[in-house]
């Protein structure tokens, strides 16, 4: 789970760091018109039916896996 963390969080500095100052270099005006008007629509991956059964999957895989490894360190 610790990897996982640190995965996401090198992830997301390197959005900051050299995605997004490249996209506000390279987008236009009415890229990001487009953008503000996808963000606008407010519909989020995560909670759309088709996105929600699948986050439910990935924390149901993760509590299995913990459980399993807590299992596997007691003596």
């Known amino acids: ?7 996401l969080y090198e992830h997301m500095r390197k959005e900051e760091m050299a995605v997004f100052p ?3 270099e390279a987008l ?12 606008a629509r407010g519909e989020d991956p995560f909670l759309s039916e088709e996105g929600s059964a699948r986050y439910r999957e990935i924390l149901r895989r993760i509590v299995y896996l913990s459980e399993a490894e807590r299992e596997a360190d007691r003596p």
């Open 28 to 39: 236009t005006e009415a890229d990001w018109k487009a953008v503000d008007a996808q963000v």
């Open 1 to 7: 789970m610790r990897d996982y963390i640190d995965f």
């Open 22 to 24: 490249l996209a506000r």
